[in-house]
């Protein structure tokens, strides 16, 4: 039997634990980082995904500082899910999938395969 493949991938947290710093550089990229923190802003994700009736993977970076860690966390805690995960690479920033390559290959694998 097929494992039903729709999840819930977290990948943004409320407005107030996204850090805005000097790094981003390029008026496409400033561009891009207002108009998807109004969107942020003006629809939170914690106030509207609260019971999720889907598997929800939340996939983090100990040493990301755009998505903080204990922000996901306070996120992931209050969601009422028969299924959810909460899966922290310690020697990752904000993008584990590539900076830890290997360990979210067996992740996915073990998980989806």
């Known amino acids: ?7 819930l991938l977290v990948v943004s947290t ?3 634990c996204i850090q805005i710093s000097g790094f ?3 008026s496409f990229v ?6 998807l923190l109004q969107e942020v802003i003006e629809h939170p ?6 019971k999720p009736e889907i598997p929800c993977y939340f996939i983090m970076g100990d040493y990301d500082h755009m998505t903080f860690s204990h922000a996901a966390r306070e ?8 299924q959810k995960e909460f899966i922290a690479f310690d020697q ?12 979210f290959f067996e992740w996915v694998s073990e998980t989806f395969l």
Do not use: N, W
Request: charged share 30%; proline share 9%; net charge neutral.
């Open 30 to 35: 400033r561009i891009s980082q207002k108009v």
């Open 45 to 50: 994700l914690p106030a509207l995904v609260t």
């Open 24 to 26: 981003f550089c390029g």
């Open 14 to 16: 409320p407005p107030i």
């Open 1 to 7: 039997m097929e494992k039903d493949r729709t999840i």
């Open 92 to 103: 990752s920033a904000h993008y584990p999938q590539f900076e830890e390559k290997e360990k």
């Open 75 to 82: 996120f992931f805690d209050q969601l009422e899910a028969k």
